[in-house]
């Protein structure tokens, strides 16, 4: 019985001892990987600020600023595969964002954000299928948004801001029923909004201002009964405001300003409670347009009688004047009448007739 009980401690103590030494062999090969953004050479990186690592020797959370040193992600860090939390941002912070982050399956927060970080978006990023939260806002992204974000079934915010992002909005992002947030804005993409938009049925914001984007304001913007923030302005939208917008009763703001949209503005978003901004759309009819035209006529009215009424008194003092000075001349050419006549008469009278 003795036996039995001593092999059995024996077993219980060797699994411990190779879980540790798993553990510290897992350790040491992501924490190889981590040290190369972290600019150190550390055995347990775990112990360092930012990083959580889970009881098997996994990193699980990355949470790093870099700055006062260069570092650019290495390709390696795919295979920290029990990550679920990735924060990354930092002016040091250089290169291109791999396409082996697309590795990471577990990931459910991504933030990668650095001034100095350039690369296109890579379309293995569509494979973080527990992906909630993707932030890759003020970079210097460039080409198109790939389709293959489509797939992100469980995304809730997408925020792509900020970049020099170009080509169409993804048909496929219509695919994203879980998106509450999409932020596009500040980018060069272009052609027209895609109706797909409208299958987003728990978005509460969106924000796809300051682009070149074509094309009507769609009417499936109507459908998106969350909706509470809508921003399109700064690009050269075209055509009505369209009246289904007057459905979305949640909605608190719409920002429409500096396109060229035309008509007049739906009587039910009239009706609605909310921030409306729509300057700057010359063929647009507002409220505000008629009463910047009824300000410009009487400003001109009120120029034009003040004209009228400096000319006029001019005129009036003029003639005037005039007129005292014809009486003053006649009167003086009278008297200068009179007594040349009275002299001439005395010459006559004191003249001898021969």
């Not at 190889?32 to 959370?61: A, M, R, T």
């Not at 198109?144 to 079934?153: C, D, N, Q, V, Y």
């Not at 000319?311 to 003092?317: A, D, N, P, Q, V």
């Amino acid at each position: 019985m003795k036996m039995k009980m001593k092999i059995l401690f024996f077993h219980i103590n060797s699994i411990f001892i190779l879980k540790f030494i798993s553990a510290q062999n897992n350790i040491k090969n992501e924490c190889d990987i981590v040290n190369k953004l972290l600019n150190i050479q550390s055995n347990n990186c775990c112990l360092e600020s930012g990083i959580v690592c889970s009881s098997d020797g996994h990193i699980i959370k990355l949470q790093l600023i870099i700055e006062n040193y260069y570092a650019s992600i290495p390709p390696e860090i795919g295979n920290i595969t029990y990550l679920n939390f990735m924060y990354i941002s930092g002016n040091g912070l250089i290169g291109h964002i791999p396409p082996e982050i697309g590795n990471l399956t577990n990931l459910n927060y991504l933030f990668i954000q650095g001034k100095h970080l350039s690369s296109v978006l890579p379309f293995e990023l569509g494979n973080l299928s527990k992906l909630n939260e993707f932030y890759l806002y003020g970079n210097n992204l460039s080409n198109f948004i790939p389709s293959e974000l489509g797939k992100l079934s469980n995304l809730e915010l997408l925020n792509l801001l900020n970049n020099k992002l170009n080509g169409s909005i993804p048909v496929e992002l219509g695919n994203l029923s879980n998106l509450k947030n999409l932020q596009l804005n500040k980018n060069n993409i272009s052609d027209d909004i895609p109706s797909s938009i409208g299958n987003l049925s728990n978005l509460e914001y969106i924000n796809l201002s300051n682009n070149t984007l074509t094309g009507p304001i769609l009417p499936e913007f109507g459908k998106l009964t969350n909706l509470k923030s809508l921003y399109l302005s700064y690009n050269n939208l075209t055509g009505p405001i369209p009246p289904e917008l007057g459905n979305l009763s949640k909605l608190e703001t719409l920002s429409l300003s500096n396109n060229n949209l035309s008509g007049s503005i739906p009587k039910d978003i009239k009706k609605l409670k909310i921030n409306l901004y729509t300057s700057n759309n010359p063929l647009l009819d507002t409220e505000n347009s008629y009463t910047a035209l009824i300000i410009i006529l009487m400003v001109s009215i009120s120029f034009a009688i003040i004209l009228f009424s400096i000319i006029y008194l001019k005129i009036f003092r003029k003639n005037k004047k005039g007129g005292k000075n014809t009486y003053y001349n006649n009167h003086i050419s009278t008297k200068q009448a009179y007594v040349n006549t009275f002299a001439d008469d005395s010459m006559i009278s004191g003249c001898e007739i021969p």
